[in-house]
């Protein structure tokens, strides 16, 4: 019996002959799907689900948020020029990204909790080796907290971002966002924390430790709280084809436009507070800059996500993209405290909201959810390249006279230019999928 282009299986399942998935890709009954009977939007693991990845990226993204932080304490205690420095947290969101790529492949194998307790391990080792570091051996601390930090923030990273679609459909835009809050919500109190620390009687070490076990504690609970859908884990599906994924032209065009858009994205997240101080003002409200530009990614890492789902997630990111590029050029003509005041909230929405709006993007170019680790992985690999060099060429930009403006202006140009490259490749994605609410 057939209803509604569905077919009944011996075990009782309905299942679909023809299914068209959210990005408008067809699945011929040549292929087994998927049952229906899969728990989407709702339900205490979804749930579950939502708050571990919550707390994966508060620990990872969220931490890395307060770099700025180091960059400000190693620039002006001369361990290594501002740019060498500046490649200790690009080449943490680097390995961020890049081991993005095996542990979404290691989530589709069904190996994510053996990723997941590597990673957090692996994490949280390497956070407690910062802390015995030598600040006079840029070598110890660039293994540490660039090479160590970041591998194993990848690890935790993508698999946890990935993971919401295995429970998120129609609101999959939105339950991303929130996930991604964790960030944010780690760029407040990460800052915070730090900078009392280390200026009060705990001093670098036991600052740098308290965090390490903050972060030990978040991700075991988050390891407790997710697990993969085990109906798309046990389901029959077709087997990932990378080559199809690297070679599909508008998924990696928009990859690129994202790397271009990240060599600049960065440079206010791990600037600001340095900025500020040697623009003369006050360095106790120099060290709640971060804090303010986080606090206000709360609802820009939401808001535009909301709409996103009605109106299609490209045609949210390519706006915010735009935005952002102006108003890292406004920072030219910024000199005062109301002026990072306001810069930190606007950029802080705006930026917030482009990270939070890159993986439904993601996800809207997945041709079946058994291919959204790749997805994923690739995509943060090819991106990461751009926030591997970001920072570093800003840094040899400022070199010791910290001429701002250089800085400024490249960055600016790298967003927008970035931002027109995605443009461009999202008039082929709605001409493929016959809509422009992509």
């Not at 080449?91 to 961020?96: K, W």
């Not at 407690?128 to 601390?141: C, E, L, N, T």
């Not at 923030?153 to 964790?182: E, F, N, S, T």
């Not at 751009?386 to 140009?413: E, H, K």
Request: charged share 10%; hydrophobic share 50%; net charge positive.
């Amino acid at each position: 019996m057939k209803t509604n282009n569905m077919s009944e299986s011996d075990s009782g399942l309905r299942v679909p002959t023809v299914q068209e998935d959210s990005d408008s890709a067809i699945i011929h009954s040549s292929e087994k799907p998927i049952p229906t009977r899969i728990q989407i939007d709702g339900g205490p693991q979804a749930w579950a689900t939502l708050v571990g990845g919550f707390f994966v990226t508060m620990a990872t993204f969220g931490y890395t948020y307060a770099f700025g932080v180091y960059q400000d304490i190693y620039t002006r205690s001369q361990l290594a020029s501002a740019s060498r420095i500046s490649w200790i947290g690009s080449t943490q969101l680097f390995f961020i990204f890049l081991v993005g790529l095996p542990a979404g492949k290691m989530l589709d194998l069904g190996y994510y909790r053996h990723t997941m307790v590597v990673g957090s391990t692996l994490y949280v080792f390497s956070m407690f080796m910062v802390s015995i570091a030598h600040h006079d051996q840029y070598y110890q601390i660039f293994l540490s907290q660039a090479i160590g930090m970041g591998i194993g923030a990848g690890m935790l990273y993508v698999p946890a971002m990935a993971l919401q679609a295995h429970y998120w459909q129609k609101r999959r835009a939105l339950a991303m966002g929130i996930v991604a809050l964790g960030a944010s919500t780690g760029g407040i109190f990460f800052p915070i924390m730090l900078n009392q620390l280390f200026k009060g009687s705990a001093g670098f070490s036991w600052g740098v430790r308290a965090s390490a076990f903050l972060c030990l504690g978040l991700l075991s609970v988050s390891i407790v709280l997710m697990k993969p859908n085990p109906e798309i884990m046990t389901a029959a599906k077709p087997k990932p084809d990378i080559k199809s994924v690297i070679t599909d032209i508008p998924y990696m065009a928009v990859n690129s436009g994202a790397g271009i858009v990240e060599i600049g994205l960065f440079f206010p997240i791990f600037y600001l507070q340095l900025f500020t101080i040697l623009k003369g003002l006050d360095p106790n409200f120099a060290f709640y800059t971060l804090a303010i530009m986080n606090a206000s990614a709360f609802p820009g890492r939401t808001i535009p996500n909301f709409f996103a789902d009605k109106l299609g997630p490209f045609n949210a990111f390519i706006p915010v993209g735009a935005i952002c590029a102006a108003l890292i050029l406004a920072l030219l003509h910024i000199e005062t405290v109301g002026g990072v005041v306001v810069f930190a909230i606007l950029y802080g929405f705006f930026s917030g909201a482009w990270l939070s709006l890159a993986s439904p993007c993601v996800a809207s170019l997945s041709k079946h959810p058994s291919e959204l680790g790749v997805r994923f992985g690739i995509s943060f690999a090819v991106s990461g390249i751009g926030s591997l060099i970001g920072n570093p060429v800003d840094g040899a930009l400022l070199g010791d006279t910290f001429p701002w403006w250089r800085a400024i202006t490249f960055s600016a140009a790298t967003v927008m230019g970035g931002t027109g490259l995605i443009l461009f490749t999202r008039h082929f994605i709605a001409k493929n999928k016959g809509t422009h609410f992509v």
